[in-house]
Each structure stands twice: as structure tokens, then as C-alpha cells.
């Protein structure tokens, strides 16, 4: 048997344990199954914002409206015969009057204790904790000081709370117990609950664009024998029915694309993807992927329509596309502005306008002399780097963080990529490149787009590279995948596709720093690994 956590010892917890034992000795079930909830807080304040309820006399002659809410205690005062109250739901807070005389609870019995008369108003004082969940069925009224009221009729207990809530302010100070707990910081904040209600709009929003497009949602597997579609390490599994080694995705690209072939033009996934690499505020190891992808489109459709369905989700959230961004740390809040078109450069202009350097005038010696010198990347990539991935490299450091306001970023090396159709004017200028764009806001990558490489016989030579690159040791690099190729050789229609962080754009559409702020469970070192360290 696993021993007892330690908060088994502590005071609150052995409290409010011999009070769970007494009211279950009272015949009270502390944890019933359901409960008729008809009203929110949220809905009883937008309903009765004016108007005259009366006063509490009337609300406990039955003359003003009846209303059923359930919530968390998370206030309580005693004043004599009567005791006030915050309830907590989903939607805000409203208060409650509990009365001596008129108020009564499910399943108790009045009694005497010891010559005291223990009324339904003492044993909601002596035995009802802040935090316990409850069932308030009652009357509305304003109070004297114009304060919304439910004078209590009937008090229902729907779970009785066995540890206290965090205090908000120096319970729940540190970021990190927030994010490993996060069921208490729902409860304590109500602007954390707000980012991630924002979070579903936005899914909903997405969704409902897309649709509109013409696009089918679809689904395909987390399960991979080969993983492909991005650079990034996997992480392996083993299927043990079939004895078989096996990758959660890191993209959902390649069975998208097979399902391009079989005939389906306008799909889209929204799913989770799974990288084995660093973290940091941007990173996750899991993360929410949408990749969309519609036949006989191009890169120039794609981002048409990448920057109107932003702009789209922008004005329905807030009903302008002028967002603020704030930094935590110095105070200083930049504009954004989300309408339609955003800039677009090539990436060899943007490193010309932002870095003033013109790479063509660069040898690749040049290019790494000046990267190792940056201190921001690895020295010995940079040793093997092509010199597609250089100027990747070049812009990565010395250009991303100028970009504040919308941008994409088009017309990237063929080395960065193996997926992506040659450009269609092949001089000397557009030589090795390809047509993809990436987004960027606030100095952050959000969209990723290509015009999809489609012609089998380049495909294979560019995966074969690729999976070179990764028999030399490279572990971001893909393997070759034989199927895809098949898939190809039976026909892909012209076909442009896009895929977009998720939790990237929330955090952008949310004001969030961090992309731990917008995930529900974002990944934390395992609780007894936190305390050996510490």
C-alpha cells in the first residue's frame, strides 16, 4: 500500500475529516449524486442588472423570483440571525443571506446538543468549511446597498472539501504550484479561467472559419511507425501486440497529404503533436497543431487566408483587430494590429531591412563567423550547416525579434525544408528557394506554409538528403518514407497547406507571456523530482 501523503498529518485536513464523519453520523449524504442547477451567477447579475427586486422581506414571503444555483463557498460571515455568503460558480461569484429561522438544510434535523439548540443556521457555521460545494435554492433581493441577494430556502451539501483552498495571495504566489495545480488556480483567479474560455472561442472560431471555406475536419494517428512532417526528435514507444517500435507524431502533414491524393481537397486536423526537445515560454513538449490543406491552391491563397481568418477571430472576440500586448517584465504594452494584409517580405529582404545585412554578399565562413559569434546558436551544427540553413540561422537571430506586427516571411532556401515546391520563376534570384512564408507576431513564429511539393521524383531526392542527414547523426531529421513517395506517384494535385500553433495564438489573442499560461496541464517536473532538487 502507498503511504499516506503528508497533508494526511496536517490540522485542516483531520478538522474537516471528523466533521465529514459527523455529518454522515447525521444522516446527511455528503456527496449526492446530482443536483437541478437552473440559474448562474453570471446570468442572475446580467438579468437583474436594474430594476426592483424588493428587499428581503418580500424575498422570504416567496414573493420575488425563485432561483436554484450551486457553487464553492468562498465567503462567509455570521451577523446574528442571519449569515452572508459568496458562492463561486463556473461564471462569477453572487452573494447569499442565510437565515435562522427560515433557512433549512437537506437532510438535517434541527436538535438539541448538550442543551444547545444546534439550528440549521449553527450547523452551517460549525460544519461547513470555505471551499465545500454546495446547493442554495432561495428568493432574490437587493440588499440596502444595492448588492444582489438569494435569501436561502433550502441549503444542499454537495461535497464536503477535505483540504482548504490556497489563500489567492500568498497560497498560490508561486507560478509553478499554479501550473502544477492548476483545478486550484482555476478556482482562485478568475482571469485564468477567462484565458482558457477564450481558448475553446477560439477552437470554435477556427473550426467555424474553416468549415465555412469548404474544409472537412478529419483525424489521423498519433501512433507513427515512420514520423515525418517537421525537424524534431520523437518520442518512442513500443506496441506490444505487434512487438513494433513506435513514434508519437510530430506533424500532422504526411497522412494529410495522403488523404490530398485519395481525392479529399479541402481537409483540416486540429491535434495534439509531440516533440522530444526543449523547453521554454514558447515550448511545450505537447502542443495543439491545426494544419489545413486544399487542392490547387498556393502559397499566395494560403496566406490570404491565414491573415483573414486571424483578422475574423480577432474582431469576434473583441470586436476590433487592435490587440494589446504587455511585457511582464519592464511594464511596456505594444499594439498590435491583426488587419488585413500584413507585410510581406522575402526572408533575404526582411534580413536586409531589420539586420542590414545582405547575405549574397556573404560567404558561408562569413555567415558562421557571425552566428558563433552571436552566442545564440550551437557551434557545431553551425560547423555542418548548409548554406540554405545559414541564412535560416541568420535570420532566426537577427531578425525575428523586429517582428512585432504581422509578418510573413516568404520565399525560404530549399535546405530548410524537403516538402515545399521549387519557386516558379527559378533565376538567378529565386535559385534554391522555395515557396513557403512563415508568420511571425511579436517577435514569434505562429504559421508555417508551403506551396506542397507534389512532383515524386524531387521528393524522393530531397527526403533522401534528409534521411542522410539523419544516418550522420542529425536526430531532428526525418526518416525516409518509402509510402509517402507511393502515395505521390499516384497523383497529388497543386496543392498549398499551412499549419498554426495553437496555444501560440491564444497566448498572442490572450495577452499571456508564457505558453504554460494557456495550456490546462502544461508538462512539470514530476512532484518527488521537485523535492529532491530542492
Known amino acids: 500500500m502507498p503511504a499516506k501523503p503528508e497533508y494526511h498529518s496536517h490540522e485542516e485536513f483531520i478538522n474537516r475529516s471528523r466533521k465529514l464523519a459527523e455529518i ?44 436554484s444555483v450551486a457553487g464553492r463557498l468562498v465567503l462567509f460571515r455570521s451577523m ?58 432561495g428568493n432574490l433581493f437587493f440588499t440596502n446597498k444595492g448588492e444582489l441577494t438569494i435569501f436561502a430556502k433550502k441549503v444542499t451539501l454537495l461535497s464536503k472539501t477535505l483540504l482548504p483552498l490556497a489563500d489567492k495571495h500568498s497560497g498560490l504566489a508561486d507560478k509553478e504550484l499554479r501550473y502544477r ?11 485564468v479561467q477567462q484565458t482558457f474560455k477564450i481558448r475553446s472561442k477560439i477552437l470554435h472560431l477556427i473550426r467555424a472559419h474553416l468549415e465555412s471555406a469548404g474544409f472537412l475536419e478529419v483525424e489521423t494517428p498519433i501512433l507513427q511507425s515512420i514520423y515525418g512532417g ?11 501486440a505487434m512487438d513494433q517500435d513506435m513514434f508519437l507524431r510530430i506533424s500532422l502533414e504526411i497522412p494529410l497529404k495522403k488523404l490530398i491524393v485519395g481525392g479529399m481537397n479541402k481537409i483540416f486536423e486540429l491535434g495534439r503533436v509531440f516533440r522530444n526537445e526543449g523547453i521554454d515560454r514558447n515550448h511545450n513538449p505537447e502542443f495543439t497543431l491545426l494544419e489545413a490543406y486544399a487542392a490547387y491552391w498556393d502559397y499566395n491563397d494560403v496566406m490570404k487566408f491565414v491573415e483573414t481568418m486571424i483578422e475574423k477571430i480577432a474582431l469576434s472576440l473583441y470586436g476590433s483587430t487592435k490587440i494589446q500586448s504587455s511585457n511582464p517584465e519592464t511594464g511596456q504594452v505594444t499594439e498590435v494590429d491583426l488587419k488585413a494584409p500584413w507585410l510581406k517580405l522575402t526572408m533575404k529582404e526582411s534580413i536586409q531591412k531589420y539586420a542590414k545585412i545582405n547575405v549574397d554578399e556573404l560567404s558561408d565562413e562569413q555567415m558562421r563567423e557571425m552566428l558563433i559569434k552571436s552566442e545564440h546558436c550551437d557551434p557545431k551544427k553551425i560547423k555542418t550547416m548548409p548554406r540554405g540553413l545559414l541564412i535560416a540561422a541568420i ?33 538567378e534570384k529565386n535559385k534554391g528557394i522555395v515557396e513557403r512564408f512563415e508568420t511571425f507576431i511579436l517577435g514569434q513564429e505562429l504559421c508555417n506554409a508551403y506551396s506542397e511539393l507534389n512532383d515524386p521524383e524531387i521528393q524522393r531526392g530531397l527526403l533522401e538528403q534528409q534521411a542522410g542527414r539523419r544516418d550522420a547523426g542529425d536526430e531532428e531529421a526525418s526518416p ?12 497529388m494535385p497543386p496543392t498549398g497547406g499551412f499549419g498554426i500553433g ?13 505558453i504554460r499560461d494557456v495550456l490546462f496541464f502544461p508538462w512539470m517536473k514530476s512532484e518527488q523530482a521537485r523535492v529532491e532538487k530542492n
Open 480 to 491: 525516409f518514407d518509402e509510402e509517402f513517395i507511393e502515395a505521390i506517384c499516384q497523383g
Open 80 to 137: 446574528g440571525k442571519n449569515a452572508f455568503a459568496h458562492i463561486q460558480d463556473a461564471t462569477g461569484r453572487i452573494q447569499v443571506m442565510f437565515n435562522r429561522d427560515l433557512t433549512t438544510v437537506e437532510g438535517y434535523q434541527p436538535a438539541d446538543v448538550n442543551g444547545e439548540a444546534i439550528t440549521p443556521l449553527k450547523f452551517l457555521e460549525k460544519k461547513i468549511d470555505l471551499g465545500d460545494i454546495i446547493g442554495i435554492k
Open 395 to 427: 535570420f532566426a537571430v537577427f531578425v525575428e525579434h523586429h517582428l512585432i506586427q504581422p509578418h510573413h516571411i516568404i520565399d525560404h532556401p530549399i535546405e530548410t525544408t524537403p516538402l515545399c515546391k521549387p519557386h516558379r520563376n527559378p533565376d
Open 502 to 514: 495553437i496555444d501560440r495564438l491564444v497566448m498572442i489573442l490572450t495577452n499571456s507571456h508564457s
Open 181 to 191: 495545480k492548476r483545478w486550484l488556480d482555476l478556482i482562485s483567479h478568475e482571469e
Open 24 to 67: 454522515r453520523q447525521l444522516g446527511i449524504e455528503p456527496y449526492p449524486h446530482r443536483y437541478d442547477v437552473t440559474d448562474s451567477a453570471d446570468h442572475l447579475h446580467k438579468t437583474y442588472a436594474s430594476g426592483s427586486l424588493g428587499h428581503s422581506e418580500d424575498a422570504a414571503a416567496g414573493t420575488t423570483p425563485a432561483v
Open 230 to 240: 517537421a525537424e524534431a526528435r520523437p518520442f518512442t514507444t513500443n506496441l506490444n
